[in-house]
């Protein structure tokens, strides 16, 4: 069982940051070059091209983390399992707390009309999506630390 949980946190933790590097490198560069009026459909387009897939594949990974917290055979494995699984919902409070309410805030606005702290906004939520991209990835050296831990 813990093989397969294992396998679980791993593939889950490394879709996410898989997806949050392609933001990182690709998306977010994209989208602070184009003018605000585009931005805010191009972002629109994006962000929910990534709901709900993201939100269930980085719970998937915590519920896995810390299942093994409980079914782990060994002290290592389980704190390693509880560690990982802490960071990834750090990735989820991350989420819900600043990036998401920013995402809300831009999709509520009038693209001929942005407001004079439009590009303050923007950083604020690269900044955060930068945190929680830096999160999953020492998740993923936790869990690949974990995964060789269970198979020793």
Same mark, same amino acid.
């Given at each position: /069982?813990?093989?397969?949980? +294992?396998?679980?946190?791993? /593939?889950?933790?490394?879709?996410?940051?898989?997806?949050?590097?392609?933001?990182?490198?690709?998306?977010? &560069?994209?989208?602070?070059?184009?003018?605000?009026?585009?931005?805010?459909?191009?972002? %629109?387009?994006?962000? #929910?091209?990534?709901?709900?897939? /993201?939100? $269930? #594949?980085? *719970?998937?990974?915590? *519920?896995?983390?810390? @299942?093994?917290?409980?079914?782990? &055979?060994?002290?290592? !494995?389980?704190?390693?399992?509880?560690?990982? %699984?802490? =960071?990834?919902?750090? =990735?989820?409070?991350?989420?819900?707390?600043?990036?998401?309410? $920013?995402?809300?805030?831009?999709?509520?606005?009038?693209? @001929?009309?942005?407001?004079?702290?439009?590009?303050?906004?923007?950083?604020?939520?690269?900044?955060?999506?930068?945190?929680?991209?830096? !999160?999953? *990835?020492?998740? !993923?050296?936790?869990? !690949? #630390?974990?995964?060789? =831990?269970?198979? +020793?």
């Amino acid at each position: /069982m813990s093989e397969i949980l +294992m396998l679980v946190a791993l /593939m889950g933790n490394a879709i996410a940051v898989g997806v949050f590097s392609a933001t990182v490198l690709g998306g977010v &560069p994209l989208l602070l070059a184009l003018p605000g009026e585009q931005y805010v459909h191009a972002h %629109g387009f994006l962000a #929910t091209r990534y709901d709900p897939f /993201m939100p $269930i #594949t980085i *719970l998937l990974t915590v *519920l896995a983390d810390l @299942a093994l917290v409980a079914a782990g &055979p060994g002290t290592a !494995l389980r704190l390693l399992g509880g560690a990982a %699984g802490l =960071v990834m919902a750090s =990735v989820i409070t991350v989420s819900i707390t600043k990036n998401v309410p $920013i995402n809300h805030w831009v999709a509520a606005q009038d693209p @001929a009309s942005l407001p004079a702290d439009w590009p303050e906004r923007r950083s604020r939520w690269q900044r955060w999506n930068a945190v929680r991209s830096a !999160l999953a *990835l020492s998740a !993923l050296a936790v869990n !690949l #630390t974990a995964a060789v =831990v269970l198979i +020793m």
